[in-house]
């Protein structure tokens, strides 16, 4: 089975549960007089739910055939591209999500940008260094003084 | 109305006013440019410098200046990096981005600023002449209308139902659509599918699903498989237009500019769905070869929401000018400014 | 606001001149602007990924957005993979909160769906987005059966 199946697979699966919530557990909660409106909000859900279905429904059938095309990116042959570097990326947005609150925005912010070049295999420091760092600054300066959004820029224990 | 022109010249020729014409069109493009910001952030920010001059043809100006410059630069970020800052720029990466891919970023970048400048222009000359007849027009859409103008903005995904692609692009609108009603509607109060979570009461953020949909799966592309430096540098800092794509974009400035215009006087409806009933149109309206090219980088392609959405920020000006109703959530913050400025607004 | 012309024509005008200013001082610092596909990659993605996360960080203002991007971003690449269309998706998610709020009033206004037909100008757009629906699969099937007919193969 190709991943475009497996994927409508999954994505009825999704389509399931959210009809079900919808159908069935939601009009429990319902105030009374909302109950004499024409239109709930389960109402649209509820279509919705079904129109995923035979969405999925068709896809996993295959009643429409659809031209193969070589994507941009086999993916069967997936572990020929630079995985690990996408792989460690996606876990260092993570972290960085972790960390911006308890850590603040300086030390995370610069070390985020630090570490994604390095994981792309840049290994000139000092350079790599100093761009993180500006950038950070400019990002800071920005965001802070110009737009004056709020955000911690030192671990709290710096009095940030 | 030549008189009022010549007083509104007069006015706007000012040493302040234009010298807050050009702070506003620097301040929205540049910060339009960086993803993330939109033109409702950048104003609401905006908004106490506008107040604080004390003259409300002034804070009008710069605050207009802004909203349009945010728009003017938001297509970069779209075009550049297929990270759209703004809901109207979404429909610009459909085909900006490709183009930038393809090495044809500057042509990319001067269709966008040209589209943007034609739209804007003729924009203004629609405002000036239909302003006072529109408001009364705008105020016969109601919800119904409302509802049918999304189902029509909708009808921009048949661009991407290639062939044997339909329900695919069927099960991607749905579940956009499902996205949507996680969080508190604006009419059931009621949250609805956070599963308990108390940061999903509000909902996905727009900026979340875009960068999520657009930037982050490009990014990641880009890391998997290196692109060669070599095919991209060849002439991308290349801005000429050929007369023979300068006569396909003509027919479509004109057409996008009306129709994003009478789109953008509707309260409500505005850049995003202009754009997108834009991009569907035109897509409709070319010829079997061009259709064909929507969606890989085809210069028409992007020439239509660019002009459209311009056009729309220009024609939501409309019920604002003349009703004094914001016609979208950028000119209430904007009615906003100028009500602090105790200035009487319309006949209400 | 007509009833301030003063106002009402300087903003106009106002439009023009920041238009025009708008243009000339983009086209010059367009090369520059373009420059940056050209920075280096190590350097660029990782920049590309910071300010995806500081836009969904501004917007939603709690870092729980942070790692709703990050999911959504995996999931949406697998879909790519498997040649599914984003762009749908975004659109959806856009035009679905208005769409539904429009749909639910009016069907409390109405008491029902009966504002279809009965509203002359909703009845018109549904038909054009309707025929904005079905006019391209039309012409592709119009189009593949004469490819047929010549029976060029293609």
Not at chain 2, 153 to 164: H, P, Q, Y
Request: charged share 10%; net charge neutral.
């Amino acid at each position: 089975m190709a991943l475009d199946r497996w994927i409508a697979l999954i994505l009825l699966g999704i389509c399931l549960v959210y009809g079900y919530t919808a159908w069935f557990t939601m009009d429990a909660g319902l105030a009374p007089f909302m109950k004499r409106n024409p239109i709930w909000p389960s109402t649209f859900p509820k279509v919705l739910s079904i129109l995923g279905i035979v969405a999925c429904l068709i896809i996993l059938s295959g009643v429409e055939k659809s031209e193969v095309k070589i994507a941009e990116i086999d993916y069967r042959r997936l572990h020929e591209y630079k995985l690990g570097q996408a792989l460690l990326l996606l876990a260092l947005m993570v972290a960085y999500a972790l960390c911006l609150r308890p850590v603040g925005f300086l030390p995370s912010t610069t070390a985020f940008l630090f570490l994604g070049a390095f994981i792309l295999g840049e290994r000139k420091w000092v350079l790599m260094l100093s761009v993180a760092v500006i950038a950070t600054m400019i990002v800071w300066y920005l965001v802070q003084q110009v737009l004056g959004i709020y955000m911690r820029p030192l671990p709290g224990f710096f009095g940030g | 109305m030549l008189e009022g022109l010549l007083i509104g010249l007069q006015t706007a020729m000012s040493f302040q006013n234009l010298a807050m014409v050009i702070a506003g069109c620097l301040i929205g493009t540049f910060i339009g440019m960086l993803p993330g910001l939109g033109p409702m952030s950048i104003i609401a920010i905006m908004i106490p410098i506008a107040i604080s001059m004390g003259d409300p043809s002034a804070a009008l100006i710069l605050l207009a200046g802004v909203y349009y410059g945010a728009i003017f630069g938001g297509s970069t970020s779209s075009i550049l990096l297929n990270a759209p800052g703004v809901a109207g720029t979404v429909a610009s990466s459909f085909d900006g981005y490709p183009m930038a891919q393809q090495g044809r970023a500057g042509k990319a970048l001067t269709i966008a600023a040209v589209c943007s400048f034609a739209g804007g222009t003729i924009g203004a000359i629609l405002l000036m002449i239909f302003a006072p007849m529109l408001s009364s027009v705008a105020l016969l859409f109601h919800s119904a209308e409302y509802f049918a103008l999304m189902v029509v903005g909708l009808s921009a995904i048949a661009a991407f139902a290639g062939t044997g692609q339909v329900a695919k692009a069927m099960i991607m609108t749905v579940f956009g659509l499902i996205l949507a009603t996680v969080g508190e509607g604006a009419l059931f109060s009621l949250p609805r599918f956070t599963g308990g979570v108390m940061d999903l009461q509000s909902g996905f953020g727009f900026i979340t699903l875009a960068m999520a949909m657009f930037a982050l799966p490009e990014a990641l592309f880009l890391v998997l498989k290196p692109k060669d430096a070599g095919s991209v540098e060849a002439d991308i800092t290349d801005l000429r237009i050929t007369r023979v794509e300068a006569r396909s974009i003509a027919p479509i400035i004109g057409r996008q500019s009306v129709q994003g215009f009478f789109i953008g006087v509707l309260p409500g409806a505005g850049a995003t769905i202009a754009s997108f009933l834009g991009y569907a149109v035109e897509r409709n309206l070319a010829t079997k070869e061009e259709q064909a090219e929507f969606g890989k980088g085809s210069i028409t392609g992007l020439a239509a929401p660019e002009t459209a959405n311009n056009a729309a920020c220009t024609g939501s000006f409309v019920p604002l000018l003349t009703l004094g109703i914001p016609g979208s959530g950028t000119t209430a913050l904007l009615l906003g400014a100028l009500v602090a400025q105790t200035s009487r607004l319309g006949h209400g | 606001m007509i009833d301030e012309p003063q106002i009402f024509w300087a903003v106009i005008m106002s439009m023009f001149i920041g238009n025009l200013v708008l243009l000339i001082l983009n086209l010059p610092l367009i090369p520059y602007i373009a420059k940056v596909l050209s920075i280096p990659r190590n350097y660029l993605i990782p920049f590309i990924l910071f300010f995806t996360l500081m836009g969904a960080y501004i917007g939603q203002n709690n870092a729980t957005e942070l790692l709703i991007l990050v999911g959504f971003g995996v999931c949406a690449t697998a879909l790519k993979f498997a040649d599914y269309p984003l762009a749908p998706l975004l659109i959806g998610f856009i035009l679905g909160g208005m769409l539904e709020n429009n749909f639910a009033r009016s069907m409390q206004l109405y008491d029902g769906v009966s504002f279809i037909w009965e509203r002359p100008m909703t009845l018109g757009l549904l038909v054009i987005a309707a025929i904005l629906i079905l006019l391209p699969s039309y012409r592709a099937r119009r189009a593949r059966a004469r490819a047929e007919g010549v029976a060029d193969g293609d």
